[in-house]
């Protein structure tokens, strides 16, 4: 069964870290750039960042430039979306998914990818 299992989300407060895990199944994940998006409450499911197939090129929303990092391991098929400095206004579900049909972070529409994880819930509260 091919399928991504989103991992570590939870509540924080502002200010604090959070690491989220991509777990890839079925599937060699090096084969696939991976995104991930948030969907906040009541709203569109929105582009995060991306990271190539081979790591070495990654792309971000501006709201998260400098406080999110994507990564990943390739020989473990997992990814990773580091969180630093969070704010209220992360709080959303947030989703990894694969980019089938093309290689390169640069692929920021919902449509470009088409493997998705199930979500993990991420609220920054105080």
């Known amino acids: 069964q091919v399928q991504l299992v989103e991992s570590g989300g939870g509540l924080v407060q502002p200010g604090n870290s959070l690491t989220l895990s991509c777990a890839a199944s079925?599937?060699?994940?090096?084969?696939?750039?991976i995104g991930w998006f948030r969907q906040p409450l009541g709203n569109e499911r929105q582009f995060v960042g991306a990271?190539?197939?081979?790591?070495?090129?990654?792309y971000y929303t501006d709201s998260v430039k400098g406080r999110f990092t994507i990564s990943r391991d390739n020989d473990q098929n997992m990814a990773y979306l580091q969180m630093n400095n969070l704010e209220p206004e992360d709080t959303a579900v947030y989703y990894c998914?694969?980019?089938?049909?093309?290689?390169?972070?640069?692929?920021?529409?919902?449509?470009?990818?088409?493997?998705w994880g199930q979500g993990t819930q991420v609220t920054v509260s105080s």
């Open positions: 998914a694969a980019n089938t049909a093309a290689n390169g972070p640069y692929y920021t529409s919902v449509a470009n990818y088409a493997l």
């Open positions: 079925g599937l060699p994940l090096d084969d696939y750039t």
């Open positions: 990271i190539d197939w081979t790591g070495e090129r990654t």
